[in-house]
């Protein structure tokens, strides 16, 4: 599947360092193949965006890069060092390099803001009060929400559910940031929000984004890369610019947001018969 655009954005990313790397990943769940031999190379201070539709295997990916899930086989890198094999208590001191924002925020709603953002500080570092109090303060800077520490999780809206959710997930200055579907349940100025936050982290931090989203003006905006899963590996991987000039009918509907052939001719079936 290789086309010109893959091999373009791999030349203008020679001189980048590799932050992760996964070598032929596949990983079934009984019959179920969701990847199916997936390469990819994450370059640092760079932007990807999974597309693809709804049970493609986006989340699964994402879990794979951060090691939340192992592959059945192939090998997964962080920094040139093979991750797929260590033990829960090897992957301890790397996790903190991660910053997961999860598809449902998942918030503890027990905590206030501030002490969702400060439970991984003082999860992973011997910070004393004080200190853990400043980092939040500054994580909520950073997210446009100066001053949230004492509301609780049920009290926000869902784009401010976000944000926070994203202040935990950088909390301990990740150098990968992964969103999974940030702006599905939002409406347009809210997930332009959020969109325009991970620009900014990308731009103030120089963290290396991965976002998963069906949101094409979301992808377009955010994107240096896009990578298009479909039924287990990608079909399309090139920039925004190039994913218009890419004739695939399977890449085409995604982007156009159109029915595909088949589904089209079981609908009129139905209302025909
Ligand atoms: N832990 C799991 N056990 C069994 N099946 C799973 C598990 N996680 C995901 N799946 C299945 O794998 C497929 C891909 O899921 P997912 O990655 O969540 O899709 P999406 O692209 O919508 O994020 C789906 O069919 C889903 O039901
Ligand atoms: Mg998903």
Known sequence: MIDQAKQSVAAANHDHVAVIELIDVHKRFDDLVVL???????????????????????SVLLKHIVRLLKPDSGAIHF??????????????????????????????DSLTVGQNIAFPIAQHTKRKRREIDKIVAEKLAMVGLDGFEDQWPSELSGGQK??????????????????????????????????????????????????????????????????????????????????????????????????SDDMLRTLKEKASS
């Open 36 to 58: 199916n031999g997936v390469n990819l190379t994450l370059e640092s201070g760079q932007t990807t965006v999974i597309i693809g539709e709804s049970g493609a295997g986006k």
């Open 162 to 259: 976000k944000r926070v959710a994203l202040a935990r997930a950088i909390a301990l200055d990740p150098e990968l940031i992964l969103y999974d579907e940030p702006t599905t349940g939002l409406d347009p100025p809210r997930a332009d929000e959020i969109n325009e936050l991970i620009l900014k982290l990308q731009r103030e931090l120089s963290v290396t984004s991965v976002v998963v989203t069906h949101d094409m003006a979301s992808a377009r905006k955010v994107a240096n890369r896009i990578v298009m899963l479909y039924e287990g590996d990608f079909i399309f991987d090139g920039t925004p610019e190039s994913i218009d000039q890419c004739n695939d009918p399977r890449v085409r509907c995604f982007v156009e947001g159109r029915c």
């Open 79 to 108: 920094r040139g060092r093979r991750i797929d094999q260590l033990s829960e208590r090897e992957l301890a001191a790397i996790r903190p390099q991660f910053g997961f924002l999860f598809q449902l925020s998942a918030l503890f």
